[in-house]
């Protein structure tokens, strides 16, 4: 819930699985912004707001690969395809992803390693940072 209103809060990645009724939504939207993509060889640590054909590019350019299945996803984010473990052709996201800190409004964090994230009924929403 939003601080002031109690309103309920909404997380939005890349949009490209989002309907939104005409109406729009009660509360308040927040877009991942954190884009950033580095590399810590052999990983790479990534905002959830990070294109994945961008981050695909950069990880085969350093010659790692796990993630090439997501390339014609129109629009998706790092954060969008954890949230829902995007996967194709007997690949997920899990599979490739080590940690995912899940930062909560009043910016505590979480770190959680993929194992836990699995075990979860509900998945982190909020990501700041993931760990490639």
């Not at 085969?60 to 129109?74: D, K, Q, T």
């Not at 949230?83 to 770190?111: P, Y």
């Not at 998945?123 to 940072?129: G, S, T």
Request: glycine share 14%; net charge positive.
């Amino acid at each position: 819930m939003g601080e002031k209103e109690k309103e309920p809060i909404y997380y939005l990645g890349g949009g490209s699985n989002l309907l939104i009724a005409d109406e729009g939504l009660p509360g308040l939207v927040i877009r991942f912004a954190n884009r950033e993509a580095v590399n810590l060889s052999p990983r790479f640590s990534c905002g959830a707001g990070a294109s994945l054909a961008y981050v695909i590019s950069l990880t085969r350019s350093a010659g790692l690969s796990g993630l090439e299945w997501g390339f014609g996803i129109p629009q998706a984010t790092i954060g969008g395809c954890i949230r829902g473990n995007a996967g194709g052709f007997g690949m997920d996201t899990a599979s490739v992803i080590e940690t995912v800190e899940h930062i909560i409004l009043k910016k505590i964090v979480l770190k959680l390693s993929v194992k836990k994230i699995a075990s979860s009924a509900t998945a982190p929403v909020f990501l700041k940072m993931i760990m490639i």
